[in-house]
T-cell receptor, first 111, second 114 residues
Framework: RKEVEQDPGPFNVPEGATVAFNCTYS??????FFWYRQDCRKEPKLLMS???SGNEDGRFTAQLNRASQYISLLIRDSKLSDSATYLC????????????FGAGTRLAVHP | DTAVSQTPKYLVTQMGNDKSIKCEQN?????MYWYKQDSKKFLKIMFS???????INETVPNRFSPKSPDKAHLNLHINSLELGDSAVYFC?????????????FGQGTRLTVV
C-alpha cells in the first residue's frame, strides 16, 4: 500500500462547480497534514494545513478523519485559476518533518 | 526577492558526467531539503539538513552527495550521471524540523541526461 494515495484524476469541472478530492494515508503515527498546490512545471506551494477539527479558507475546506486515515479537500465555486495539481501531504511521524507527498490529483476547470 | 532559489533551472548533460545543483534560501530557515520529482510526478525526499547537519538520508545512490556549507545553502552534487537520474529536483526549506511547518520550494531544476 502506498504511503499516501490519491485519485490522479483528471477532474474536469465547469466554472462554479464544487469539487472534492480525497486522500488516504497509511501511517497512523502521522501528525501533520497538508494540501499543496502545484501548477504545471512549477514548484509546489502550500495551499492549507489540515487540522483535526477541519478548517476553511475562503472557498477551500479541508477535513481530517484520523480513525479512517482520510483527508479531504473541498473546493466551492471553482475558478479557472484553480486548475492545477493538488498534492496531499503527510508527515512520516517520528518527530522529523519528513513530508510524504501523494502523486497528486489534477483539476481542470473549464469555462 | 526569491525565498528559495536554485540554479540552474535547466540542465542537459551526457551520461557519465558530474554535475552540481546549487540552492540558497534567504528565509533564515534551519532546515533544508532536496526532493526528486520523477516522470510519474511523485515527489520524494532525498536529503534533509538541519543547521548543516544531515538529518534524513533516503535510499539514494551514493553518487548523490549533498553539501551544506552553511545553513542557508544546500548543494547537490551528482557523479557519473545515468539516464534514470533525469527528473526535476526541488530544493526546499522550512523553519525547523518539527511538526506542522510549511516547506517552501525552489523553482526546480529540470535535469535531462542524454
Amino acid at each position: 500500500r502506498k504511503e499516501v494515495e490519491q485519485d490522479p484524476g483528471p477532474f474536469n469541472v465547469p466554472e462554479g462547480a464544487t469539487v472534492a478530492f480525497n486522500c488516504t494515508y497509511s501511517n497512523s503515527a502521522s501528525q501533520s497534514f497538508f494540501w499543496y498546490r502545484q501548477d504545471c512545471r512549477k514548484e509546489p506551494k502550500l495551499l492549507m494545513s489540515v487540522y483535526s477539527s477541519g478548517n476553511e479558507d475562503g472557498r477551500f475546506t479541508a477535513q481530517l478523519n484520523r480513525a479512517s486515515q482520510y483527508i479531504s479537500l473541498l473546493i466551492r465555486d471553482s475558478k479557472l485559476s484553480d486548475s492545477a495539481t493538488y498534492l496531499c501531504v503527510v508527515d512520516q511521524g517520528g518527530g522529523y518533518n519528513k513530508l510524504i507527498f501523494g502523486a497528486g490529483t489534477r483539476l481542470a476547470v473549464h469555462p | 526577492d526569491t525565498a528559495v532559489s536554485q540554479t540552474p533551472k535547466y540542465l542537459v548533460t551526457q551520461m557519465g558526467n558530474d554535475k552540481s545543483i546549487k540552492c540558497e534560501q534567504n528565509l533564515g530557515h534551519d532546515t533544508m531539503y532536496w526532493y526528486k520529482q520523477d516522470s510519474k510526478k511523485f515527489l520524494k525526499i532525498m536529503f534533509s539538513y538541519n543547521n548543516k547537519e544531515l538529518i534524513i538520508n533516503e535510499t539514494v545512490p551514493n553518487r548523490f552527495s549533498p553539501k551544506s556549507p552553511d545553513k542557508a545553502h544546500l548543494n547537490l552534487h551528482i557523479n557519473s550521471l545515468e539516464l534514470g537520474d533525469s527528473a526535476v529536483y526541488f530544493c526546499a526549506s522550512s523553519q525547523d524540523e518539527g511538526m506542522n511547518t510549511e516547506a517552501f520550494f525552489g523553482q526546480g531544476t529540470r535535469l535531462t541526461v542524454v
